[in-house]
């Protein structure tokens, strides 16, 4: 198909679209030469997420563990820690903090999705002996 024939179809629509967007941009990186402050020339939004996790007890981790359906161990490896470590959140010994924590609010959010991975993770290890 010819350039004239698709500017005439829903090509030409991709090509007007196509030159606004390098237009834009041509705009936006000239900017970002100069030193003009650019929240005066664009739109610019800044976003903070709240992702400070919940604080979570021996309970907590343990009920998070059951919800997976895994042991220790694997959550432990799931959660890329030492078994001790796990050992010591659901004794009290020690708090999960930081990742762990965030990885636990997000299990605790979407569960089924987590239960999945897990499976899809699984590589069943053959018995010797």
Not at 38 to 63: A, E, H, M, S, W
């Amino acid at each position: 198909m010819s350039k004239s024939a698709r500017a005439k179809g829903h090509g030409g629509k991709r090509v007007r679209v196509g030159k606004e967007l390098v237009q834009r941009l041509k705009r936006f990186t000239e900017a970002l030469a100069t030193t003009e402050n650019l929240p005066d020339r664009f739109t610019c939004r800044t976003i903070k997420l709240d992702l400070q996790p919940k604080g979570y007890d021996g309970n907590d981790v343990r009920r998070v563990r059951k919800i997976l359906g895994v042991s220790q161990a694997l959550f432990a490896q799931f959660a890329g820690v030492s078994a001790a470590a796990v050992q010591d959140w659901e004794q009290e010994i020690k708090p999960p903090n930081g990742a762990v924590c965030r990885l636990m609010d997000e299990i605790l959010y979407n569960p089924s999705y987590f239960q999945k991975r897990i499976r899809e993770l699984a590589t069943p290890v053959g018995n010797s002996g």
